[in-house]
């Protein structure tokens, strides 16, 4: 049955929708995506401008939504999550078993996409029979990872919260001061924070050594400061990662696609085939 939520997908779990593909995958093609998306404003219609392109550029490819949400953000361990997530590990699992040549590509949206892929990684060390590290052949990280200030955390999260009053006012009233205790248990080191997921995505137990990297950042993104963005993307390159960046000029944060679609899909296009991408603001045809 279509999932409601996003067109040509089904619902296979809390947060976790399925596109199946009418045709086989290409040789050159990834055989699954996964999209982890952002936590505030990421609105079906917002999701369904990647998975649209997504099913364009490569219709044999099974792609896999998951959904952050307020409380996946917040929770306190792996142990409380890892449940939700089985349905994406044995999806994953399954088409790695049918084809031991299948490739995957990872696109990673803002803080709250870095920690859903972080939790997903450990939940794949736990599948027998496969090696989700090795199928990984292109890592996009999109407007992220940024830092843990509580600006930062609360910006991302005010994003979700009604545009018209009284309904922003009480949810600003109810937010603010749940957020301000997460901050500062996650401060303490009580609960995972976003210099946690930062170290996890450049850990190769979790995610390999071999996949490509591209980042793609804007440098007027108001939730994650470009320089976040460089900064990790250098101590990627430091640990001997293959990266790439490009970023964009006057872009909304997860809302570099509306600056300059052609330049943004032709970047991850080409960082699929490991072409040279282009950084410097002219498409390559």
Same mark, same amino acid.
Not at 7 to 30: K, M, V, Y
Not at 157 to 176: D, K, S
Not at 217 to 223: E, I, K, P, V, W
């Given at each position: 049955?279509?999932?409601?939520?996003?067109?040509?997908?089904?619902?296979?779990?809390?947060?976790?929708?399925?596109?199946?593909?009418?045709?086989?995958?290409?040789?050159?093609?990834? +055989?699954?995506?996964?999209?982890? &998306?952002?936590? =505030?404003? $990421?609105?079906?219609?917002? *999701?369904?401008?990647? /998975?649209?392109?997504?099913?364009?550029?490569?219709?044999?490819?099974?792609?896999?939504?998951?959904?952050?949400?307020?409380?996946?953000?917040?929770?306190?361990?792996?142990?409380?999550?890892?449940?939700?997530?089985?349905?994406?590990?044995?999806?994953?699992?399954?088409?790695?078993?049918?084809?031991?040549?299948?490739?995957?590509?990872?696109?990673?949206?803002?803080?709250?996409?870095?920690?859903?892929?972080?939790?997903?990684?450990?939940?794949?060390?736990?599948?027998?029979?496969?090696?989700?590290?090795?199928?990984?052949?292109?890592?996009?990280?999109?407007?992220?990872?940024?830092?843990?200030?509580?600006?930062?955390?609360?910006?991302?999260? +005010?994003?979700?919260?009604?545009? &018209?009053?009284? =309904?922003? $006012?009480?949810?600003?009233? *109810?937010?603010?001061? /749940?957020?301000?205790?997460?901050?500062?248990?996650?401060?303490?080191?009580?609960?995972?924070?976003?210099?946690?997921?930062?170290?996890?995505?450049?850990?190769?137990?979790?995610?390999?050594?071999?996949?490509?990297?591209?980042?793609?950042?804007?440098?007027?993104?108001?939730?994650?400061?470009?320089?976040?963005?460089?900064?990790?993307?250098?101590?990627?390159?430091?640990?001997?990662?293959?990266?790439?960046?490009?970023?964009?000029?006057?872009?909304?944060?997860?809302?570099?696609?509306?600056?300059?679609?052609?330049?943004?899909?032709?970047?991850?296009?080409?960082?699929?085939?490991?072409?040279?991408?282009?950084?410097?603001?002219?498409?390559?045809?």
């Amino acid at each position: 049955m279509v999932d409601p939520f996003i067109p040509h997908f089904r619902s296979i779990g809390q947060n976790i929708h399925l596109h199946e593909p009418t045709s086989t995958p290409s040789d050159t093609h990834p +055989a699954l995506i996964i999209l982890c &998306t952002w936590f =505030g404003g $990421a609105t079906p219609r917002r *999701i369904a401008k990647y /998975t649209t392109a997504y099913r364009e550029h490569y219709p044999g490819a099974a792609i896999v939504l998951l959904n952050t949400c307020f409380r996946d953000y917040l929770a306190r361990s792996f142990q409380t999550i890892d449940p939700n997530l089985t349905p994406a590990r044995e999806l994953i699992t399954r088409v790695l078993h049918a084809n031991r040549d299948a490739s995957v590509l990872l696109h990673i949206f803002s803080n709250g996409g870095c920690n859903t892929v972080t939790q997903l990684a450990r939940s794949m060390t736990t599948a027998t029979g496969v090696d989700f590290r090795s199928a990984i052949k292109l890592m996009v990280f999109d407007c992220c990872p940024g830092d843990a200030s509580f600006q930062r955390f609360y910006g991302a999260a +005010a994003v979700a919260l009604p545009a &018209t009053q009284p =309904g922003r $006012a009480i949810g600003t009233i *109810i937010l603010y001061p /749940t957020l301000r205790v997460a901050h500062a248990v996650q401060s303490v080191g009580l609960m995972r924070s976003i210099d946690d997921y930062q170290a996890d995505l450049n850990d190769p137990s979790l995610f390999g050594t071999e996949a490509r990297r591209l980042y793609l950042y804007s440098l007027t993104d108001g939730m994650i400061p470009w320089e976040d963005v460089v900064g990790h993307m250098d101590e990627a390159r430091e640990k001997g990662y293959s990266v790439l960046g490009v970023s964009f000029e006057d872009s909304r944060h997860c809302g570099l696609v509306m600056g300059n679609e052609m330049r943004y899909w032709n970047a991850i296009q080409r960082a699929w085939d490991g072409r040279e991408v282009d950084v410097s603001g002219r498409s390559k045809l």
